[in-house]
């Protein structure tokens, strides 16, 4: 088949309906257009929430949870080993919330190849005094310059800096407790530990995280004011968090770490589903939008080509009659439709790309995401591919079946007719 | 290779609409090469349903059809496809040009189709052609800028344009007045005596056909002279 000469014919073909072919050209564009600024419109905000957890959510935590003990002291008594045991009032059995042995399971971690980094935790819970009001809150004793790698913290902070956390005494406290309690940085600040230690320390920071009931309650200080002030040794760690390379490893590491270091973890996925579910409804919806606008166009350019058919019978009879095949006919109009949905589609791209552009300086304020100024967008140049992949393939399904019509075409009937 | 240019051995044809209908009744014949022949017949007598047969754009028939020896009946479409654009060139009632080609493209266009010449090549024999018709002045306009006889002309040059081995025309003078018929006719009779091109042309001028080689007249599907 001679490629060029069927291209050639379908240009000219082309040409001479310039103005069907730009509607329906514009068909496709609008098309693949919309699509690719909802896909990177959504696909922005998806990464945004997502940042916004996955950022701080380590992949894997380790801690030791609060509960009673699996095996009662009946069970081990071979007297009863066949009976069922009911034992009423059950109450938790204190481990102590500090991980036992922490140093080498730190070290255990960091040796690991599938895993970035691992920053070791205290948390506890304080009364934050003002005058004599005492507000309740939490304490994160954080290992200030791993925290920073592996969470970016310094992304809520919204006044003062994280290595400033690195000097004694310092804390730096979130938004509505800086509020309720009008502190600025600079200030002092007094705290008591569930235990009744008192101590004194400077805020050199406020954080904002953008959920109201943790910048309420959060504070950070560095791991050794927080183990000074619950007057704990410096082995004390109520967490280990962990961020691998591949999050979706976190639960199968997650189980292999409980069993490795007699530990309870809890994986990224398993504390975030409801995220995951969000995303993914998001993407399916954007993609949905977008189909459905190529089918239109595409039940345009299906239009579009059959009429075209109509009115070229004559040429196509004499095309058959001097030699082109049925399969030559079905090349021109499919190459025909495909001509439209590539200018149509490139175009798309193009002002897919303006627009995105344009949504991308809009601006958007939240008290929720302080160091978001404009939407986001995702400019991932797969959503481009998919795009014009989309294009062809509409383009192509609407121009078979008319294409496939004009192959069907009896010349004799045509020429008879006249 | 021998004279036959065109044989057909019992070659019926079935009209099924409305009742079932024989309008060629086992039709043998012979064209030899350099004839310049014409069918003649009265209003459905089926000479232009045999032409189409012969053209091999109409497959649904009975008996069998050579071209040049070769058996034709049964090859694919796109086999005959082929052969219409090598072997075969038509001239018809209607002009049939493209009204997005030029006059020369329109010419150009079955020699681009079975790309054996370069198009270079294919441009200079279109323009032989266009001259031989005392059309080269036109070459460059559109076809709606002709009146008829020319138009006619140009879909002569591009019936020619693959050198076929046999023209066939379908009423060619059939739109035209007698001044431009006679052209036509010129022109056919030309390509006869110099190239000894074979012609198989269907007409109901009797004038027409009384001045060709030799005529094929119809009766209700049967040859009778």
Not at chain 1, 201 to 221: R, W
Not at chain 1, 371 to 378: R, S, W
Request: net charge neutral; with cysteine; hydrophobic share 40%.
């Amino acid at each position: 088949m001679n490629f060029k000469l069927i291209l050639n014919i379908a240009l000219h073909l082309l040409r001479a309906r310039l103005k069907q072919t730009i509607v329906a050209a514009v068909g496709v564009t609008f098309g693949i257009a919309m699509f690719i600024t909802l896909v990177s419109f959504m696909n922005g905000m998806n990464d945004l929430l997502d940042g916004l957890m996955l950022n701080r959510t380590p992949h894997v935590r380790l801690y030791n949870e609060i509960k009673p003990s699996e095996n009662q002291p009946i069970s081990y008594a071979k007297k009863y080993k066949d009976n069922t045991n009911f034992i009423s009032s059950v109450k938790p059995k204190d481990r102590g919330k500090a991980i036992y042995n922490c140093k080498s399971i730190i070290y255990a971690l960091k040796q690991d190849k599938r895993i970035i980094d691992v920053a070791p935790k205290v948390t506890t819970p304080v009364f934050f005094n003002s005058g004599t009001i005492e507000l309740s809150g939490v304490i994160n004793g954080i290992d200030v310059l791993a925290e920073e790698k592996l969470f970016k913290i310094s992304d809520y902070i919204i006044d003062g800096k994280v290595p400033d956390l690195l000097q004694n005494n310092s804390i730096i406290i979130g938004k509505g407790l800086a509020n309720k309690m009008l502190l600025q940085k600079g200030d002092i600040i007094k705290v008591t530990t569930s235990k009744g230690n008192l101590s004194s320390l400077k805020v050199v920071g406020i954080s904002q995280i953008g959920i109201a009931d943790i910048d309420d309650a959060m504070s950070y200080t560095s791991l050794v004011t927080a183990q000074k002030l619950l007057g704990e040794p410096t082995n004390y760690i109520t967490d280990i968090q962990v961020k691998t390379y591949d999050i979706t490893t976190a639960p199968a590491l997650a189980k292999e770490f409980k069993e490795k270091f007699d530990l309870d973890t809890i994986d990224y996925q398993t504390t975030n589903s409801q995220f995951e579910t969000g995303s993914s409804i998001r993407s399916i919806i954007s993609y949905a939008v977008g189909i459905v606008l190529l089918i239109v166009a595409g039940f345009g350019i299906y239009n579009i080509l059959n009429m075209m058919i109509f009115e070229k019978m004559d040429s196509i009879a004499i095309l058959k009659a001097t030699g082109f095949s049925g399969n030559d006919v079905k090349w021109i109009f499919i190459s025909l439709s495909l001509v439209i949905g590539l200018a149509g589609g490139l175009f798309g791209l193009l002002f897919g790309y303006i627009l995105s552009s344009i949504v991308d300086i809009i601006p958007f304020n939240t008290a929720a995401l302080p160091t978001i100024k404009t939407y986001p967008i995702n400019y991932n140049p797969m959503f481009y591919i998919i795009g014009i992949t989309f294009a062809l393939i509409t383009t192509f399904i609407a121009g078979l079946f008319p294409a496939l019509k004009a192959s069907k075409i009896d010349p004799v009937e045509i020429i008879r007719g006249k | 290779m021998s004279n036959k240019v065109l044989e057909t051995k019992g070659l019926s044809k079935y009209f099924y609409d409305p009742v079932k209908f024989e309008v060629l009744k086992s039709i043998n014949m012979t064209i030899n090469h350099g004839e310049f022949v014409s069918i003649v017949g009265k209003s459905g007598c089926g000479k232009s349903t045999l032409l189409y047969l012969l053209s091999t754009m109409d497959t649904d028939y009975e008996g069998q059809l050579f071209i040049h020896e070769e058996l034709i009946t049964g090859k694919l479409d796109k086999e005959l496809a082929q052969i219409r654009n090598e072997k075969i060139g038509f001239v018809f009632q209607f002009h049939y040009l493209l009204s997005e080609y030029n006059v020369l493209k329109n010419v150009m266009l079955p020699g681009m189709k079975l790309n054996k010449l370069s198009e270079e090549e294919i441009e200079h024999n279109a323009m032989e052609h266009l001259r031989t018709l005392d059309m080269v002045d036109q070459a460059l306009k559109m076809p709606n800028q002709l009146s008829g006889g020319q138009k006619q002309r140009v879909a002569i040059a591009r019936a020619l344009i693959n050198n076929p081995l046999i023209i066939m025309g379908d009423e060619p003078t059939g739109n035209l007045d007698k001044k431009n018929s006679d052209l036509v006719f010129d022109i056919f009779n030309k390509l006869t005596i110099e190239k000894q091109q074979t012609l198989l042309i269907v007409t109901h001028d009797t004038d027409f056909a009384k001045r060709t080689n030799r005529t094929i007249t119809m009766e209700d599907g049967k040859i009778i002279s």
